[in-house]
Structure formats: structure tokens, C-alpha cells
């Protein structure tokens, strides 16, 4: 059989391999249309194939093509040798040879720019020659321009040129472009000011799909072991990347292993020997190529692999990832692009990069070495700042972090040090200059007065030193404040102290009317404010002796049970004190569970029983007939049963009096965990054979479920409704079934086993504990929600609250964490919009499917309701807080009222609209859209006017906003902020960075205005465009920025609707309520921990010991 795949390079246009996507009808279609296409993706994606194919289409439609591959022009040619390197392809591509002599051509000409050139061979040539009704003209490789030592902007301002001159010279209406590359609009042109891409089309080339890729199952047919699923693996392991897919299929015909056999030994093991044609070490080199980048690039996949996807933001670092080919973007989300790129690329790889590329690998492998002792090898100084640098945005390792804290802890010690021998020196030379004075004392009015002097500069000099002594503290603590911020991804307590502790420091050499610019620090004053905004780390619960295995919460949620290897079960009251320990069981104790009316607890152990107690610890009830340990029990709804599993292989149902009703035999190896269904008719088991099953109480196998791939399960828990079954894994993930068997989701992201999952209440959200160190939450369709860390080894048990707003973990580090949840339903949401009211007091959330959710200031949900617009880009409120205005991307604005009924509708605009807001009175609003239009509407009557529209440059218009005289209007674009008068007067521009300006906001008395960027930094300018003051925040994703009504406040607007507050004269009562505020957070972790209540200054003396 003749039928060859093709592994890399162009495909022929009749190729029997060639795959037919979107792309292909979509770039057609536009090229037909006379549209200037580009097409930018990662390599070996069929880019150069697509266009063969459609280059063939066109010229069988008698149009007439030529393609320039920038690879064949002379990289060390200069200008003018470049351009006429690109017409001499054309020339030739185009077949114009005995049209006119070349050379004499370029030589009368040899005096113009070469770009003039280029333009008067289109002009004078192409559109004279070609006698094609359309004239299309393909770039390929265009991403090699980026290596060239000149700018080529004018070659891209030409393309824009020839589509403009559409509008005076009909012939230029035959002449359309196209790019082919692996670049973004941004990295070709360097003349940022310069918007050529505007006016075309970009085009999406993605993966093949199953159905796209049926044909390539001709070549396999023929195969002695084929399988009919053979195709839906292959898309499987590689996500449909083209170059993959065909060698995936390539090698099956070469072989006779099954699937998954063969990727592993042909493709991913040794994968080094096996990358031929070159394709993996392509994205690695990509990834790595350039050191300065490569770090932070390392990061941010590091973060989609612990966390499966993050939201996509269109960063320059982003888009160079997606270009690697490692990523994808899907649903507004970066992920891996395929199962094959994460076990190659997997965090193990990461880590080991990262390690190459640390600053300081030698200074810790020293440190390391000496069992953490030597402190001489931890940095300091600008080494420590630099390593500090390196490090953010990337998840390290716990050693890595140790490393940086202790360096920082030296550091500090040792400025703490110097100032004090400087203070002893100065006490020292103050006692000198004293004696020396007293013996040279005379008595006369000309040496009193020569005194008087020298007392008065002695007080000067002690004033000067002491402002020297606050600036250097000052630097200090600013150095310190960062790196608590670091220290809070892993530590959130104990960096949540220390930035208390700094914060105070600093609340002792400033004095009261000191406003932030003159503060010697300010680091420590945003991580507090940040810390207190984000931490869910609410109390530690110690006591125990070993690895604690099992958690429960009472149903009224005033205890919580900790089951431990020490063969204990504390209980413990809400405010985390030990009120009762059971002791009984002669082994490790591997399962707790509170019955259903909170007033009895049962426990498995290692001693072969379980038992039941009451709340005072004594003994009711043991079950002694399991022949080997008893890993898990749980009660029934009705609270009158139990069912334990064991490593027996079985598991039992009992009755209260320790009766045996049922043996459950069936799985291969030992029980880990079992549990009932919410009607209390079934059960369902997870064993180390790999298989879940669900039983009736008879003993029935109703069904089994599992992977051949999966060689244990060790949780499973019923969904609150009793439809779904979720189960956690030896590999890694948590999955999730219906009742019918079919698996509804699966859950990656834990680098280690995933040893327990349950449901939240509601049956929303699923939490996973894994060996890892690590809890998660998820949504059901497996997106990341959150992820809980700090704890230093293997998180055993993590279980929701019975109102679904805590979680308690327990890990092998001997603590269990209380852990306090924020925001779960709007985090889970793809939220594209968020705004806030002009009160402060209501935030309105719009996400991807059309849906408001309106919370109040301390985010609960007010109300929800589903509009008619799909893809919301922008919300605002009324001024009354009674309507909301939304619009997106298909240019109409809606308005509703703040109970979900629309009150009105109008298209404003065929391009998308991304930024609307009401005037102060209600009575207009402005748009602005992706083409970079301002329009200004009147609304009377449920009818609109517009009354004026301008355009502000060729970018989106990411917010707009009035002023609070409603007389000038602020927009926002990317990197800049201009203000302008009602009838499109520029008035002031403001330059901000490179990155997009997300939010925009006039202060109440329109003095100053504020603005928040893409990267999370906020700044605050006077009207003359001075800058005042700036600071950052740490979010995915920001949506907006507005003062609080009395301006004293700058609010920042994330994604999920949380605010970020930061007071624009940070007053030294400011600095109190921060402390308060942490006080109160931490009023149950210091209630049992006097030593640090008494360090902790600001909280001595407002919480109360805790005695038993």
C-alpha cells in the first residue's frame, strides 16, 4: 500500500494526509474578499502547507499567486539588498521574466528608498502585468525579519498603504497579502506607534479535531491489530498538534505495539533519541533560547502545570509560550497543549531547568551541604536582591524558599547589627566629646556661648543620625516586605506575622502626620494589605504525634475530629483548642466521622476494629470482625448504620450494637475508603485494584468503574445529589462519573497521588488532597479554583464545612489547617467584566455566558440574573445603582434593571465595544471600541442620540469614564491615558507602560485620577500628569479602579470581584487598622500560642489566653 503520512515539511496540496480545518475556508474566504490575512502560529503547525493549498485553490480560480520566503533572501544583506531581494522572488514568482528587464528596472530606480521602490514595482508591475483579476502576495517565515539589524516597519506600513489606496485606486483592490510565521503583530514591527495589523484579519490555526482527522485512518485500516479507537487515542495524546499526529500515526504503521505502549517507549521515554524529524527540541529551544526571558517564561508554564490552566492575558510572555507550541489557549485559559508535551515537559523537567538557570545554585548546594548550617554560603546584599528578583512568578521549591527566607533573616540580622555597633559607636564619641568639653572649660561668655553652639549641633547631629537609623530600618523593611509576599505562597500565617511585625517597625519611626510619600517603606504596608485580602489560612491545629490521616467536621460545625498515626483522636472546639482526645485503639488510627446528628464518633484503625465514642471519650462500640486493618468508616444518612473497609479486601455494614448486616466481597486488594449514598441505598467502595464499585446494601455489585491505567483509588465520595461519584487516584487525578458509569470529568494538576475528594454541600465544587503538599479546588468541569498550600508533606484528608465556607486539611507534617474560603462562586465563574456602584457597595460581575451576579460590599450575592448578550466586554452602573449597562462583542449596549429585566437596546458600533460608562446625571453614556472610536449618546426616553464621536488612536479602548463635572471624558488605550473635552478636544495625554490600561477613574473632586495596568499596577497622577504614587498588586487578572467615594481610597476591582483597598494618604491610624485587622484574623492561632501572642506586640493584651 502506497499511503505515506508526511512527518514535517509542506504537504503537497493534493496529499492524501492533508487534513482540512477551519483555518482553510476561513483564510480562503478572507483572502477572496480582498482582506489582508496574517497568520502567526507556533511551528509545525501546517501553516506552510495551508498556504500551498490555498495558493492551488486560487490559481485553479485564475487568480494569480507568488510566495516570498523570507529564508531565501540574505540574512546579512542590507536594506536596500533586501527589498530587492523580495521584488526579484516576486519577479520570478509571479512569471514576469520577457515582461521587463529586471536589472535595468532596478537600477533606474536604484536612488529611490528601497520601500519606494518595492511600492513602484506594485504600482508599476504587478497591477500592469498581472493580468489575474486578484494578485495575491504570501510571506512565509516572516519571524525571520526579528534577526535582521534593520527595521522593516516600512515594509508593513506599505502593506497598509496599498489597502488604503483602495479608496482612490481601484486597481490596488486586486492586490492582497498575506503572512505566514511564528511571531505576534508586536514583535514585527518596532515602532510600537505604528498600527499596521489593525486593518487585517488574524487566523486561527488550531489542532486537528477527531472528526477533521477521519481520513487519516486509511493508512492504519491495513494495520493486523487495528482498532477502531485507534484515532480517538491518537488525538488524545496529541491534542490534535498536526506534526505529532502524523507521526503518531506513522509509527503505528511501522509497529505492531498498542497506543499507549508505543508512546511511551517510541516518543517519551529517551525522548532525546526518538526526536527525529526535530520537533520536541524545537519547543524546548524555543522556550530556553533566550536566558533573560527564559526564567519567567519557565514560571509561568511551572503555574499551568500545578494548576492544569491560568487565565490568558494576551502578555508579551504569554504570547512567546503560546509560540513555543507548549501551550494553547482554550476557553480564555493557557493549558497544555497535549498529555505527550506534559510527561516530557513535566515539572521535574521545569525544575531542573529553573536549576540551571538559578543565580544561585552553587551558594545553596553549599548550604545544603552543610545539613543548612553554614551561613556563610546564604546571600546578601545586591546578590540577595537579585536572587529575589529571579524568583518572582515562579513556584520553587520548598527548599528554594528556605533558602531565600533564611538568606533574608541573615540579612536583616546582620542590618540590625551594624546599626547597633553605629549606635554604640556614636553613644561612645558623644561620652568622649563630653569630657573633653568638661576639662576645657574656662568659665568666660564667648566659651559659654562657643557651648551653646555645640549643644545646638549635638542635637543636630543626634537628629541626623536618627534620620540616618530610620532610612536604613526604612530599607530594610522595604527589602522585607517583598519577600513576605513570597514567604505567603507557602506560609501564609507565619508571613501574615511577619508583615504585622514589619508594619509595626515602621508605625515606630514615622510619626502621625506623615503621609505615604514620606515614608521610609512602603513594601511592608501593600504585602499586609494584600496578605490580609487573600489569606484563607485561619488557624493550625497541633497536637499530634504523627501523620494525621483523617479529618471531620461535627455537622454544626463547633468541633472538628483529627484521627492520627499516634493512635489518638483530638477533638477540637472552633477556635482550635484540644477540648478531648480518645485513646483506646492499639494502632494508628486511619479514619474519623462524626455521625449525622454530631453527637457520636467513630474511628478505624490499624488494630483491625473500629469503634464508636461518644463526645465525653468513652468507648460505646467496637467492631473487632476484620482480619486486617480498617482504613476508613463512615455513618449512614439515618445515622443508625456504619460501613468500614479494610485491607481484608472487604468491606462491612453494621449496626450501632456491632452487628454484621452485610460483607461486601468483590476487589482484588484492600479497601481504602468507602461511602454511602445520600438516600442511604448504596455504597460505594474505592480499592487498590484499581476499581471503584457501587453496591446495594444486599451486596450486589450494581457497578464498576475504572482505568486500565489507574492502579489504585483511595477516596470516593457521592456528589450531594447522589448522581455523581467522585474518585481519587494513583495517577495523580480525581475523576468524576454519573451513575450510569460514563466519567464526566477528570482533574489534573497534582503532581503526586491524590489521596481523598469530596463535594462541597452545594455539589458545586470538589476538594482533592494530594501527596503533594497540596489541597485543590475544582469546578465539576475540572478547572482549578484554588489551590491550598502550606502544609510541608503530604496532605492526607480535606474536607468542606457543612455551610461549605471552610475546609480542614491534615498532612503527615502532624498539623490539620482550618482554612477559610473566599469568593469560591465567583471565582469559579469566567468572568469577563466587573465594575463597582459610586457607592462603594454593590459589585456587579458579568461572565462569558451572559450572566450578572450583583454582591454587596462583603461579597455575598445579592442577586443573579442571564441577559441576552453572550461574550459581556464591558458593565457599568447608573448613578442611581437602579440599571446596569452592559455590552461586547457584537456592538450593541443593553440596559437592565437591577432586577434582570432589559430596558432598553441599541447598536452603537459594528466593531466590538469594550468600555462603557454613564455620565453622573444618567443621561448619557459613552462607548468605546476595539477600532479605537469614542461615541457619545444621549438617553431620554428609553431613546438614544449620539451626539459626538472621536477617534482616540488605532488600539482598543479598554475603559472610559466622565469626570464628575461630566465635562471632560478620560479613556484608556494600551499605555496611555488621554482626557478630553465633550466635543473630542484632546486635552492631556498621559503615558503610563507598555502594557494595557484596564481601568480608569476621576477622583470625587476630579483633582487627581487613577489607573490600574494590566500587569496589577496601579498609579494615581494629578491633573497636570505628575505622578503621585504607584504600587502593585499580585492578581491574575484585574477588571477595574475607582476612588472611594470620599476619595480617600483607591479601590482595585479583580476578577473574581474581590477589592484591593489602598488609602491614598496612608495615615498612621491607616497602619493601626491593618494591624487590627490582622489581630482579628489571627485571634484563634495566638489563643493557644502565648509565645507568639507576646511578640506580636499589636495583639498583646486583645485576645484572651485560652485555659481548658
Known sequence: MNYQYRVGGSLAYNHPTYIERNADQELLTALKNGQFCYIFNCRQMGKSSLRVRVTHILQQLGMDCASVDITSIGSNDNLSQWYNGVITRLFLGFNLTGKINLKSWLREREDLP?????????????????????????????????????????????????????????????????????????????????????????????????????????????????QPDW?????????????????????????????????????????????????????????????????????????????????????????????????????????????????????????????????????????????????????????????????????????????????????????????????????????????????????????????????????????????????????????????????????????????????????????????????????????????LDRIQEKNQLQGHRGTIYSVSISPDRQKIATASQDGTVKIWNQKGENIQTLTGHQGAVYSVSFSPDGQKIATASEDKTAKIWNLQGQNLVTYPDHQESVYSVSFSPDGQKIVTTSRDKTARLWNLSGQTLQVFKGHKRSIDAASFSPDGQKIATASRDGTIKIWDLSGKIILSLGQENIEAFYSVNFSPDGQKIAGAAADKTAKIWDLQGNLIATFRGHQDFVNSVNFSPDGQFIITASSDGSAKIWGLQGEEITTLRGHQESVFTAVFSQDGKEVVTGSSDETAKIWQLNNLNQAKADNTSVTINSRGNIIAIANKDGQITLLDSQGKKIR??????????????????????????????????????????????????????FNGEGTAIITGTSEGKVQYWHLSNHRTKLINSW????????????????????????????????????????????????????????????????????????????????????????????????????????????????????????LQKLLDRGCLWLEDYLRTRPEKREALSPCTGKIKPFTF
Not at 153 to 166: A, E, T, V
Not at 283 to 302: C, E, F, M, P, V
Not at 1005 to 1023: F, L, N, P, Q
Request: charged residues 25%.
Open 114 to 226: 528601497p520601500v519606494q521602490r518595492l511600492g513602484q514595482f506594485i504600482e508599476e508591475v504587478l497591477l500592469v502585468y498581472c493580468r489575474g483579476e486578484k494578485i495575491y502576495i504570501f510571506i512565509d517565515e516572516i519571524d525571520k525579519i526579528l534577526s535582521l539589524q534593520f527595521s522593516l516597519d516600512d515594509f508593513f506600513s506599505l502593506i497598509r498603504y496599498c489597502y488604503n489606496q483602495r479608496a482612490e485606486n481601484s486597481q490596488y483592490e486586486r492586490i492582497t497579502f498575506a503572512l505566514f510565521g511564528v511571531a505576534t503583530p508586536a514583535d514585527l514591527i518596532r515602532e510600537k506607534t505604528q498600527t499596521s495589523f489593525n486593518i487585517g484579519q488574524a487566523i486561527e490555526l488550531t489542532g486537528f479535531n477527531l472528526a477533521e482527522i477521519a481520513p487519516l485512518a486509511e493508512g492504519l485500516s491495513s494495520q493486523s491489530n487495528y
Open 231 to 531: 484515532l480517538e487515542k491518537v488525538i488524545f495524546w496529541t491534542g490534535g498538534q498536526p506534526f505529532l499526529t502524523q507521526k503518531i500515526c506513522q509509527l503505528l504503521r511501522e509497529t505492531n505495539l498498542d497506543i499507549e505502549t508505543l508512546i511511551k517507549e517510541r516518543v517519551i521515554n529517551n525522548w532525546e533519541s526518538h526526536d527525529e524529524p526535530v520537533h520536541l527540541r524545537t519547543i524546548a529551544d524555543r522556550l530556553l533560547r533566550n536566558q533573560d526571558k527564559a526564567g519567567r517564561l519557565l514560571g509561568i508554564y511551572q503555574q499551568i502545570l500545578e494548576k492544569g490552566a491560568i487565565a490568558y492575558d494576551d502578555s508579551p510572555e504569554q504570547g512567546e509560550l503560546r509560540l513555543s507550541g507548549l501551550v494553547v489557549k482554550k476557553h480564555n485559559k493557557l493549558v497544555v497543549y497535549n498529555p505527550i508535551y506534559r510527561e516530557i515537559f513535566n515539572l521535574n523537567w521545569v525544575e531542573k531547568q529553573l536549576e540551571q538557570l538559578r543565580p544561585y545554585s552553587e551558594a545553596l548546594a553549599a548550604w545544603q551541604q552543610s545539613n543548612y548550617t553554614d551561613e556563610s554560603r546564604l546571600l546578601r546584599g545586591k546578590a540577595l536582591n537579585n536572587a529575589l528578583d529571579w524568583s518572582q512568578g515562579k513556584s520553587l521549591s520548598n527548599l528554594d524558599y528556605q533558602f531565600l527566607t533564611a538568606s533574608q533573616n541573615l540579612d536583616k540580622r546582620e542590618a540590625e547589627i551594624s546599626l547597633e555597633t553605629q549606635k554604640q559607636a556614636n553613644k561612645i564619641l558623644a561620652i568622649a566629646h563630653k569630657k573633653a568639653t568638661k576639662r576645657i572649660q574656662i568659665g568666660s561668655v564667648i566659651l559659654i556661648a562657643s557651648l551653646l553652639g555645640s549643644f545646638f549641633a549635638f542635637i543636630q547631629v543626634k537628629q541626623a543620625w536618627q534620620q540616618v537609623e530610620s532610612a536604613k530600618l526604612g530599607i530594610q523593611l522595604q527589602r522585607n516586605g517583598d519577600s513576605y509576599w513570597q514567604q505567603f505562597q507557602f506560609e501564609e500565617l507565619e508571613s501574615l506575622i511577619a508583615a504585622m511585625q514589619a508594619v509595626n517597625s515602621l508605625k515606630n519611626i514615622v510619626t502621625d502626620d506623615q503621609t505615604l510619600g514620606k515614608y521610609p517603606a512602603t513594601s511592608p504596608i501593600i504585602t499586609l494589605q494584600q496578605i
Open 864 to 917: 443573579e440574573f442571564t441577559t441576552k448578550m453572550r461574550s459581556i466586554y464591558s458593565i457599568a452602573f447608573h448613578p442611581d445603582s437602579n440599571q446596569i449597562a452592559i455590552t461586547g462583542r457584537n456592538g450593541k449596549v443593553q440596559i437592565w434593571s437591577e432586577k434582570g429585566t432589559m430596558l432598553q437596546e441599541f447598536t452603537a458600533s459594528q466593531a466590538p465595544i469594550y468600555s462603557l460608562a
Open 951 to 1070: 477617534t482616540v488612536d488605532d488600539s482598543i479602548i479598554y475603559d472610559l469614564v466622565f469626570s464628575p463635572d461630566h465635562q471632560k471624558i478620560a479613556t484608556a488605550t494600551r499605555g496611555k491615558i488621554k482626557i478630553w473635552d465633550l466635543q473630542g478636544n484632546l486635552l492631556k495625554e498621559i503615558k503610563t507602560d507598555s502594557f494595557p490600561v484596564y481601568g480608569v477613574s476621576f477622583s470625587p473632586d476630579g483633582e487627581k485620577i487613577a489607573a490600574i495596568s494590566r500587569d496589577g499596577t496601579a498609579r494615581r497622577w494629578d491633573m497636570d500628569g505628575n505622578l503621585r504614587s504607584e504600587f502593585k498588586i499580585e492578581e491574575d487578572i484585574v477588571y477595574g479602579i475607582a476612588f472611594s467615594p470620599d476619595g480617600q481610597e483607591i479601590v482595585i476591582i479583580a476578577r473574581d470581584g474581590q477589592k484591593h483597598r489602598w488609602p491614598l494618604e496612608t495615615e498612621y491610624d491607616y
